[in-house]
């Protein structure tokens, strides 16, 4: 392991070794192995967004040893997805990429205000399917967050005792937030302190907008005039509401943009110190060749390069 | 141990060794060890108000780290912190300060009325990452409250089971109380009394406002005349209403205060019997020269100085 | 024992020897031991209304310990009350007094309409503090009724399998009750045999008033003719509705009274074939020589004599 | 993964995913990775015949990282040692080469006839670890094989549910051998398929000799006319009597030998289709320089070239 | 922490921050704490020799709490005892030094030649109680030893679980020993490796003599000329055999010698890079104030004088 690799297994010295070892099966992996930086491919849209909607543009999605072969292809640090898709293709691909199991799952048959995600999988899954760690999602914001938070925990608990890590998709939803609050940058900093406090080693978030939501949090904003002004400012400020830059945090895209436009927000997570990108739809949304060209310029940037 | 100790140790007579073996590890520990006074650091704000309006005042403190060493140089008695902040730090700091493991948190991305904590850590955690106790919250008052005594009853009992020594947060709040009525001196000892029939070994309140909220409350304090003019008089009140002095409580100032009012609120603290402070936002928000020299003018007031 | 307490602790056949040895001890404990009355001294009011309504009125009782003292010095045969006031003073007084631990409670910094208590304390705490039997109340008449007796079945099933004897503080309450029909001679009936009915050992009532609330009783009563005219009738009809005088029932004398007005109830329980009282505030809130007085004069009339 | 792996892995297909890809693991790494043989380095030795014995010629392997970096560096596919030798490194190593737990050891401060190990370690441990797998040894024909079988059978079930891999060494030893037949081609042979009921994904057997031990099969050797005339013939012989070649079966050389003589059996191995070595004493008990020089030859022999 | 402390408990680094924690505690307290040195008084040998034996020279021993009285004022790391003893004295002295629970005894009423001591406490005694560690014995040599290997495995697992250190006391005997061979410096290096192997986080051992035991060892020492002439060149080779001096290894100095003969041992042990000595009879068998001079004198050592 390089130095920059044993850096960040420092900042997880409580942990024990087998959940360091597999935080560094990931940041080992692929083409972005000992950098530090990490792209992860997610599918877990077929439930979240239903089958149509993620799989229609690119019909060969339908199938889930199509989204193993694109992140193993394209060299992504690992693969997430829920667990019938694993089951479905694992062991034609065992050992091939690490895998985080996604151990709740929302749909949008019944999409209400204050959503909670059903727990759908766990440790003992994760265990018997390969994998180095379970995801879990957690909406704050949500009049049921405190019921996701200890699910959250019994999770965690239970699978950082059998040295699996611990990702934690940390998105503020809920009927006290307005829906551009879910992506303002003081709620999504203090949904990436939330996640880091509650134990999780890596920290997924949406990219923060400039908007500032909480009328307390607007005041100090303002009288320390903390820089939110450039997207890497607010990606700075995200990673540093993540213990100084101590926790492992990964932002995704949403929303479909202009290949550009996204470049230029992987830009600003490298500039800002963000610690990589987790890129569903934009990759798998695309045929196969198209997405490994995209997900090319997206590890160039991360490796330094202008993209 | 000295006398002091040995009398305080006696009130909990009924805990086992272990127990109260992380009671003297907190009395002795620090620069009040021994004296039976404490002043503890407590950072759960990050959780409790968001990452900004914590840490924005003095950045050094986005770093887990930055409060061990707070604590450690200012010789507080022990240091309290959710879980992932402790995880982030403790093995820089292996028996350096005792650590409490607070095991419940609440956010204000969605601010109810009535709130309760999410429950985030547990006793398995406290012992692996070698903690003196367990700290819990409980809001009496909220519609909610008997779920909270129900989870600090279980946490409790597990964990005096194995030696931890069991810390009680008792903040009023909720949809059956005025916003005056949280720190009314009625309120403040009724939660005392409460934290202490749950069986908290150390017990944290606020400072008591002069109001008298309950009306039944009002009649006995008149009736009765019970001294609650100054503020000494109310800590005093406090403390008895806390088994007649027999339980360790501590208070908190809250709010940003001028220094020196601070100041005074501490010295009414000692001269009413109250065993020390657990001071946050007041030390960790400024520069560590100036929350040292502020800790220390603190802890020479418990030491009889006037500060 | 005697033949009166071996015809008493042959109602309980059922029970394990355990049972009946605790029940025994609190029979043959104190100035009545032996003659199958009982007074014991419950002490959760703290809890219950708050510290300064409970001990302002005699400081003293501020000190746990107080209150072991006043039991053991009065001859009770019991002393009841919740965990932090057991905890706090059962090491000084281990053997001198049985102990009866208050397994859950209720405060009234959110007096609710249907209110249900919270469970505070378990078996186990039970047993580490040496008690003889585990105290619950219930609340009929509460639209949570379901889930407290739910939670008696699981603590009695869980203490008398140890040994444990079970006492059941029945206290109709709740939105389906007036004001006046909590204490109304059906619903105390009614209330007296569901506490039965959920196999409890002791029960205790409040004194019955000649009111009749539920329309369906009121019919019944008429037709029947029952006797309920005087205190020492309605005493008489409730220990009936519990098992024909089958179980101890003993009866709480509730708000102040003009002492002699409270030694006529005395003695109507005693004449009605009552078991007992159960009196807190009426002892404690006095200074310790007028409260021995006075259970002096209780126990007197027990004994047979007119006080 | 290449069709080799792919077909090696086919042989597992009753095996969960997560054995599966922990075997992919170790195929998988080192500079033989993906070719189908493996070389592994065993370091148990100072457990197994003391320390002085073991780690004297060559002072550097007192200390347990040394062994790691040794096992990295020359490419070895996993490591294999005894809890505290794993506990003493990983930490410095996490991820950098797949990990095997002895989980029992034998000394020799009490060299029995009919020996047994001691269970030193377990399925717990080795996920806190960050293991692949779990190593067992059996001795058959010991007079407590039966003892160790069940043993055996009790931790591969409890592995296997948890995606750990199970690597037995099989060596016959007991009062019921002569000291010749421990290493008897008819005896290895039936260790391996013994090892190979009882589920063992690995087998780990020592090189056979030209002996035949036992009566009855003396005959069936005879009249079969089974070749055993040349190690090739024997190694396939045994590799053929673990599911005729569907079970990975690697050897060991054990004592010194000139290192031509060792290479010419790692020719044999190869030739006769075993899939590799597992090289303990031969490697660490020479300088680093020497060590990475020979394991290098091995190495070379096993990707085809003469060594 | 000091630079020191901190450099022994990165050997740790698997163990969870509780079972450092408790380390450090060790570390750090008592005279000699910071220095990476200990000295830690046993009284285990009312158990193991008897209390006549062991008390009568000093009858002030017969009484537990005078050994934690000695143990403090002398300013010992530490203090180990069975569960009686300290469960007779540690209410007294709560906190006031690391306590030790020994896990298993033997006592001498049967004293076989393969001995094997009885499990006489576990984790959950050693949490109730307060303490730091937990201690067991194992007899390489013993035909029983498989079995106390396997105790040790389970109890060790369990206390690390929950942040407790885990000293073994490795004392080879039994018939497979001559009685030369028990210190023989060959066996008690074996015996350190051993304990290692089995995860112990400090290892006592007793002092070892010239006599090399085992023949195929006498080999290698000759071999290889490992330097075992002076008592410091043997403890020496027995911290080499833990790991390389990664393992806190401790000595006793047995039976009685005159007082400048054991200070002599305690220079060889300094000076051979041990980590310190563990007293039981030489200081508790003698009054008080010579045991404390006499302790003096080997602390004085320990830190760098000539005693």
């Given at each position: 392991?390089?130095?920059?690799?044993?850096?960040?297994?420092?900042?997880?010295?409580s942990e024990n070794?087998g959940v360091?070892?597999?935080?560094?099966?990931?940041?080992?992996?692929?083409?972005?192995?000992?950098?530090?930086?990490?792209?992860?491919?997610?599918?877990?849209?077929?439930?979240?967004?239903?089958?149509?909607?993620?799989?229609?543009?690119?019909?060969?999605?339908?199938?889930?040893?199509?989204?193993?072969?694109?992140?193993?292809?394209?060299?992504?640090?690992?693969?997430?997805?829920?667990?019938?898709?694993?089951?479905?293709?694992?062991?034609?691909?065992?050992?091939?990429?690490?895998?985080?199991?996604?151990c709740?799952?929302?749909?949008?048959?019944?999409?209400?205000?204050?959503?909670?995600?059903?727990?759908?999988?766990g440790v003992?899954?994760?265990?018997?399917?390969?994998?180095?760690?379970v995801?879990f999602?957690?909406?704050?914001?949500?009049?049921?967050?405190?019921?996701?938070y200890q699910q959250l925990r019994e999770l965690a608990e239970e699978a950082k005792a059998v040295g699996l890590a611990v990702?934690v998709?940390?998105?503020?939803?809920?009927?006290?937030?307005?829906?551009?609050?879910?992506?303002?940058?003081?709620?999504?900093?203090?949904?990436?302190?939330?996640?880091?406090?509650l134990g999780a080693n890596?920290?997924?978030?949406?990219?923060?907008?400039?908007?500032?939501?909480?009328?307390?949090?607007?005041?100090?904003?303002?009288?320390?005039?903390?820089?939110?002004?450039?997207?890497?400012?607010?990606?700075?400020?995200?990673?540093?509401?993540?213990?100084?830059?101590?926790?492992?945090?990964?932002?995704?895209?949403?929303?479909?943009?202009?290949?550009?436009?996204?470049?230029?927000?992987?830009?600003?997570?490298?500039?800002?110190?963000?610690?990589?990108?987790?890129?569903?739809?934009?990759?798998?949304?695309?045929?196969?060749?198209?997405?490994?060209?995209?997900?090319?310029?997206?590890?160039?940037?991360?490796?330094?390069?202008?993209?």
């Amino acid at each position: 392991m390089n130095d920059r690799i044993r850096e960040i297994l420092s900042w997880y010295a409580s942990e024990n070794p087998g959940v360091r070892t597999n935080l560094a099966r990931m940041l080992n992996h692929g083409r972005l192995g000992g950098t530090g930086k990490m792209v992860i491919l997610p599918v877990d849209q077929g439930f979240e967004h239903g089958p149509a909607r993620s799989f229609a543009p690119n019909p060969a999605g339908y199938d889930p040893r199509y989204h193993f072969q694109l992140a193993i292809e394209a060299g992504c640090n690992a693969y997430a997805a829920p667990l019938g898709f694993l089951e479905a293709g694992v062991s034609d691909y065992s050992g091939d990429i690490p895998l985080i199991l996604k151990c709740n799952d929302h749909d949008l048959l019944n999409d209400e205000r204050d959503p909670i995600s059903a727990v759908t999988a766990g440790v003992g899954d994760a265990l018997r399917l390969g994998c180095v760690a379970v995801g879990f999602t957690i909406y704050p914001g949500s009049a049921l967050r405190t019921e996701m938070y200890q699910q959250l925990r019994e999770l965690a608990e239970e699978a950082k005792a059998v040295g699996l890590a611990v990702v934690v998709w940390s998105y503020p939803r809920g009927s006290s937030l307005s829906k551009e609050g879910e992506t303002a940058v003081d709620v999504v900093a203090y949904a990436a302190q939330i996640a880091a406090q509650l134990g999780a080693n890596i920290i997924k978030v949406k990219l923060p907008s400039e908007h500032v939501e909480l009328v307390e949090a607007q005041k100090v904003y303002q009288k320390y005039e903390i820089p939110i002004a450039t997207l890497a400012d607010r990606v700075r400020h995200v990673v540093q509401s993540a213990f100084d830059g101590r926790r492992i945090v990964i932002f995704s895209g949403g929303t479909y943009a202009a290949d550009e436009t996204f470049f230029e927000e992987v830009r600003a997570i490298r500039d800002g110190g963000g610690f990589g990108s987790i890129i569903g739809r934009n990759s798998f949304q695309r045929k196969k060749p198209e997405a490994l060209k995209f997900l090319d310029t997206v590890m160039r940037i991360y490796e330094g390069s202008n993209g």
